[in-house]
């Protein structure tokens, strides 16, 4: 993806422990990992073809965040908390000095975790044993620096949010986008990702890099402590924090179409193309032009994205 939009530069790690390691096989109950990957990769393209051709997550972490101005960084955690956990427990290395918590505190300002039982859970067994990445989520609350602000969004299902559908007319064949929306297989509407997908992942990463009202939500619960045991079930209570949580700021009715609008008009976009049709009006939503220069702005802040590995 980072090929098809011109940004080769952009660093890539992977978590290469066992957790998730076997994308074709399907486990009870399951469809399986690999329901796109291998089409995209044969299809679209691209210089990186599997995760032993990029560090690991770890190293990728330390060396985007030395480069990095101090208090620059927003984390958008949009997987399992696997390498940002491995992050903090690493020591000095040939990037810096610091130790992870410490270079953690150093240059993220905000880490915002896409929530739920499925990350913080490890998948619920729906890719394999889980037994070095349980406990990850617990771990890395207790880790993570109190200078560091952690957001927790759980939007994208209540109410349904469906996104990307536009893609499949908005981009080329050779979009690697638009291909891993077609090949995705499971909406609980009965529907395939041709005709988008829910979106807790672009929803959290909004958050991130634009904030909480460019998806029409408030922070609310301001100030909360946060903790997770070890299956990932978290507790929030107290105060004394810059933690938070999040909201709609309008009505569920109004958010759905209003937030599925302003994401659709980043996934739309195509490189060298400046402006294309929501799939859904919003007359109060900025323009594609702008939502980029927003984008554009925040790059440097926001390189790192703790992703789904690359098998």
């Known amino acids: 993806m980072n090929h098809f939009y011109g940004h080769d530069d952009i660093i890539l790690g992977a978590w290469k422990g066992h957790f998730g390691s076997n994308c074709d096989k399907h486990y009870d109950g399951t469809f399986g990992q690999n329901q796109y990957l291998a089409t995209v990769i044969r299809k679209t393209g691209g210089p990186i073809k599997d995760s032993s051709m990029v560090m690991t997550g770890t190293d990728a972490y330390r060396k985007a965040l030395v480069a990095a101005p101090d208090g620059s960084v927003n984390v958008a955690s949009i997987g399992m908390p696997t390498n940002l956990r491995d992050l903090l427990n690493t020591t000095a290395d040939q990037y810096s000095t610091l130790s992870g918590v410490d270079l953690v505190a150093r240059k993220v300002a905000k880490v915002v975790f896409m929530d739920g039982g499925y990350n913080f859970g490890c998948a619920a067994g729906n890719v394999g044993p889980a037994y070095d990445c349980e406990g990850g989520a617990m771990e890395t609350l207790q880790r993570m620096p109190s200078t560091v602000r952690m957001v927790f969004s759980n939007k ?156």
């Open 156 to 311: 994208g299902s209540s109410p349904p949010i469906y996104t990307g559908k536009g893609m499949q007319k908005s981009h080329p064949a050779s979009s690697p986008c638009r291909e891993a929306y077609k090949h995705w297989c499971c909406n609980p509407n009965g529907e395939d990702g041709t005709h988008g997908r829910l979106s807790w992942d672009p929803i959290t990463v909004m958050i991130a890099a634009l904030d909480v009202g460019s998806v029409y939500e408030k922070e609310i619960d301001y100030g909360t402590q946060v903790t997770a045991n070890e299956a990932g079930r978290e507790s929030f209570f107290g105060n004394g924090t810059k933690n938070a949580r999040t909201d709609f700021n309008i009505s569920a009715s109004d958010a759905a179409p209003k937030v599925s609008a302003v994401i659709n008009r980043y996934l739309n976009m195509v490189p060298n193309v400046t402006s294309v049709a929501s799939d859904a009006p919003d007359d109060n939503a900025a323009s594609p032009a702008s939502l980029a220069d927003g984008f554009d702005a925040l790059e440097v802040g926001l390189r790192i994205q703790e992703a789904k590995s690359i098998r």
